[in-house]
Nanobody, 119 residues
Framework: QTQLVESGGGLVQPGGSLRLSCKAS????????MGWYRQAPGNERELVAV???????KYADSVKDRFIISRDNSRNTVYLQMNSLKPEDTAVYYC?????????????WGDGTQVTVSS
């Protein structure tokens, strides 16, 4: 069974940094695009950043120039380096990936990791 496991959330002061990691585990799959979404209380889940297998990236306007998404294809892992964090970045962050199993592209979601930005 293919699954995503996130790590790296926590409590940080405004202006601080955190690094999230997400690893895909299982067997007989190839990971396509990987990304991060977030959901704050009372809000819909929103895209934060996405990265293709080839390394092309896309960011939400609210995190451009502060967050950096990267990936290690040999480890099936995606990272989100979050700098200059603001209270409005507080949310549950979810990892997302497309996994090719045979000819089928399956959407995968992690369970989420809490990021709280507060003094």
């Amino acid at each position: 069974q293919t699954q995503l496991v996130e790590s790296g959330g926590g409590l940080v002061q405004p202006g601080g940094s955190l690094r999230l990691s997400c690893k895909a585990s299982g067997s007989d799959f190839t990971i396509d695009d990987m990304g991060w979404y977030r959901q704050a209380p009372g809000n819909e889940r929103e895209l934060v950043a996405v990265i293709s297998r080839g390394g092309s990236t896309k960011y939400a306007d609210s995190v451009k120039d502060r967050f950096i998404i990267s990936r290690d294809n040999s480890r099936n892992t995606v990272y989100l380096q979050m700098n200059s964090l603001k209270p409005e970045d507080t949310a549950v962050y979810y990892c997302n990936a497309g996994a090719w199993v045979g000819s089928h592209l399956l959407p995968l979601w992690g369970d989420g990791t809490q990021v709280t930005v507060s003094s």
